[in-house]
């Protein structure tokens, strides 16, 4: 089966002004970074979509707020990336300078590979990049 959904961060196509659209392997990354970058109560009509990750990463210092951090995008996933599954092991948080770098290996359950996602915060201003 294949999924398609619209790319991010650029929806349109500024050459031809067509939507842009992703499918498999980087539909499903993108979702999940969208979904990781979201706060719970962010997107109209589905508050409870996102994940902590944004709030914790403000308290982020120690083994603790990491492995908090890890199960809130463990439980964002299954809740809302059904195509994907993700174990803690495979979540690397590592904090350097004002960045909060996350790295996830997932699996794919459309096509059964393992793809990976980085996740970059900036902690000091709240401002994401992709």
């Excluded at 982020?60 to 996933?77: H, Q, R, T």
């Amino acid at each position: 089966m294949k999924f398609t959904t619209f790319a991010f961060p650029t929806m349109i196509d500024r050459i031809n002004g067509k939507t842009r659209l992703s499918t498999d392997e980087k539909s499903v990354n993108e979702c999940l970074g969208i979904l990781l970058r979201t706060r719970p109560g962010e997107l109209m009509g589905e508050p409870g979509y996102g994940c902590n990750l944004i709030n914790r990463i403000y308290q982020y210092n120690g083994v603790i707020l990491a492995d908090l951090c890890k199960e809130d995008i463990m439980e964002a996933a299954s809740i809302w990336e059904k195509r994907c599954t993700i174990n803690k092991d495979d979540i690397q948080i590592i904090r350097k300078d004002r960045y909060v770098y996350i790295y996830i290996l997932y699996t794919n359950l459309i096509t059964g590979t393992i793809e990976e996602l980085e996740v970059n915060l900036d902690y000091t201003t709240d401002t994401t990049y992709y």
